[in-house]
């Protein structure tokens, strides 16, 4: 097995002026300079006039912060963002709650029972289980990048317990110690899935030197798309699927896969559109390559999805799609008209309503309107 650089990046700055352990609650977004530290990562993996990364694969926690820390990579490389739970920040007791002993959650006795174990913690998600899972994680990602790079972007707690367990050390420290600052790089190169030589720091991309999908709705209008998605693959039924079949008509693709958090919260909408927008004509088909068949169509019963999806575990469906728009994140939705042509997209979780008013606003085009040389 060739070797390959996995490269583990923690999120940028993020926006809290409450100043609140958010460990995993979701609606915490990069602050305005979270976004240009995510911007200069990509940047310097793209070569910034020097050498460029052999990046072919990204991942990110599925948390919203470390979704935006990826797609500019992810754009950078003309690459999905591949989401992994097993990159998500660490559980914490103290979640949601100010940290200290002034007017923090310190100063209330009922907390302190958390506090008196500090080689697991006793406050939250073991130290070792944190560091098994994102090495899964790692191992994963490396087999998709063989020979290549690959990215993960997780949290500074998860990816400093790691990196202490690759070089056998003890896990438990003190916070104050850890050499994962916001945006910063720790690299290791693995052959036959070992991690054999670790950086010897994390590189300081964005110069900080301290410690410490968003459902975005593009629309083309119609003298402005390309050319028809030639899409094609197998669904996890072995039938083949072609969108080119369906010109004529309208299209909807959603890209998922069955362990995605906003995939799974998209789901129920996007199966009552389907239903309803069925009389109207429209296609629905959704691409998942990640999945093998038993998940998928656990997911696919679960929500009484009544499309098919296409097994893209080659690539091949994302790429193709690829050419005619960019697909960061995981979910995506594209709406085609019905020339085949991109008319819309919804990076991320997918609101009902908004989707259903793109679909009908696709729907409402002359069916006459010709397609763009």
Known sequence: MAATTVHLIRHGEVHNPEGVLYGRLPGYRLSDRGLAMAR??????AGDGLVRADITVVVASPLERAQQTAAPIAEAFGLPIRSDERLIEADNYFQGLTFGVGDGSLRHPRHWRHLINPFRPSWGEPYRE?????LAAVDAARALADGHEAVLVSHQLPIWVTRLSVEHRRLWHAPRRRECSLASVQSACSESGTITSPSAHPSDVVGQNYQSGDGSVTTWAESSRGAPVALKGTDFEGKTV???AWRGAVVVINNWYAGCPPCRAEAPGLVRLANQE???????????GVDDAGAAQAFQRTF??????IADTDGLAVAALQGSVPIQAVPTTVVLDRQGRVAARVLGQADESTLKALID??????PGASATP
């Open 130 to 134: 944190q560091a098994d899972r994102v």
């Open 361 to 366: 606003g696709v729907i409402a085009e002359s």
């Open 242 to 244: 072609a969108v080119s």
């Open 304 to 309: 009484s999805v009544p499309y098919p999806s």
């Open 278 to 288: 069925s009389a109207a004509g429209v296609h629905w088909i959704g691409i998942d």
């Open 40 to 45: 200069k990562v990509a940047d310097h993996l």
